[in-house]
Nanobody, 114 residues
Framework: QVPLVESGGGLVQAGGSLRLSCLAS???????MGWYRQAPGKQRELVAR???????DYVDSVLGRFTISRDNAKNTVYLQMNILKPEDTAVYYC?????????WGQGTQVTVSS
């Protein structure tokens, strides 16, 4: 079983919205989970995280535009992205916090055109 499977990315115009999903194997069900992104030529960064109880936290660049949520019964983590900007273009990954480095999925590409 693949530990993490991301989906929902695509090409969208600036100002648009996308909803990403991450299907996680059961080993993550007690973990704090996060969405990370990696833009071309840049390091992977954590943009949002959520505890098992639903407490959330965001980096300033996405605060007010992105919403992370999770369905513990479905082992799924979501990232609702609104008012997308070209600088949000990246491959988006989910993983736990701290990261399980042997569990990275393939990610899902988000491209925002201006």
């Amino acid at each position: 079983q693949v530990p993490l499977v991301e989906s929902g990315g695509g090409l969208v115009q600036a100002g648009g919205s996308l909803r990403l999903s991450c299907l996680a194997s059961g080993i993550f069900r007690f973990d704090v989970m996060g969405w990370y992104r990696q833009a071309p030529g840049k390091q992977r960064e954590l943009v949002a995280r959520i505890t098992t109880g639903g407490t959330t936290d965001y980096v300033d660049s996405v605060l007010g535009r992105f919403t992370i949520s999770r369905d513990n019964a479905k082992n799924t983590v979501y990232l609702q992205m609104n008012i997308l900007k070209p600088e949000d273009t990246a491959v988006y990954y989910c993983n736990s916090i701290p990261r399980r480095n042997d569990a990275w999925g393939q990610g899902t590409q988000v491209t925002v055109s201006s």
